[in-house]
């Protein structure tokens, strides 16, 4: 009788893992489906997800999309050949930077905090200024950093914007080997993806 219980309760949460699944599976599928492709318009522009527009960067750019582990919504990625070395140009819109404050100039501070706090490099920051971006108030900040075991370096620039009352960003990194130099032609291309940067609709948050 207790094996025939155990077997019958064995068997009840094996019918119900599958149905858990089954439903999950549904759901993730029902998401997934849910999110639109990049449409490419006919001024050139890309189209993403029907709320962002922009213009990509030329080729051999290539355009990644986020997921629920990254900290942007897309971006795009460059290798560079480098003397024998492989080096990289990458940046990014997100929609969640580090930090909680409002302020840009604190949520640059806190931003900082975290943006390279995997690794173990030395940041020096090159150059804090004032811009316009996303029709509104913005703050711009260059920056270095360096691994002095590894040998290599990384420039990157954060641009913090407002989308209503939340802050959102623009990054930039590009890896160098320490005798490596870096290519300004990258951060002309980002800035011209930041500056034509629009939205199509409102967020979610906006319409709360």
């Not at 759901?27 to 490419?40: G, N, T, V, W, Y």
């Not at 640059?108 to 971006?133: G, P």
């Not at 029709?135 to 641009?159: N, W, Y």
């Not at 802050?167 to 890896?175: D, L």
Request: hydrophobic share 40%.
């Amino acid at each position: 009788m207790k094996m025939r219980k155990l077997v019958q309760s064995w068997y009840f949460c094996c019918v119900a893992v599958l149905l858990l699944g089954c439903a999950t599976q549904s759901a993730f599928q029902e998401k997934s489906s849910a999110i639109a492709l990049p449409e490419l318009t006919q001024r050139g522009t890309i189209v993403f997800n029907g709320e962002y527009e922009f213009t990509p960067p030329p080729a051999p750019w290539e355009m990644l999309t986020g997921t629920k582990t990254t900290h942007y919504v897309f971006a795009f990625y460059r290798k560079d050949n480098e003397k024998g070395h492989v080096a990289s140009t990458f940046f990014a819109y997100d929609e969640e930077p580090f930090g909680f404050s409002r302020n840009l100039d604190e949520r640059a501070q806190e931003c900082l905090k975290r943006y390279f706090s995997a690794s173990m490099l030395q940041v020096t920051i090159l150059d804090q200024k004032k811009v316009n971006i996303l029709g509104g108030d913005g703050l711009a900040v260059t920056f270095e950093g360096k691994d002095e075991i590894k040998k290599i370096k990384v420039r990157s620039k954060l641009i913090f914007g407002h989308r209503g009352e939340r802050v959102v960003a623009f990054f930039i990194n590009q890896w160098r080997s320490f005798d490596g130099s870096y290519n300004s032609n990258a951060f002309d291309i980002f800035d011209r993806f930041a500056n034509n940067f629009s939205y199509l609709r409102k967020s979610f948050y906006e319409t709360l």
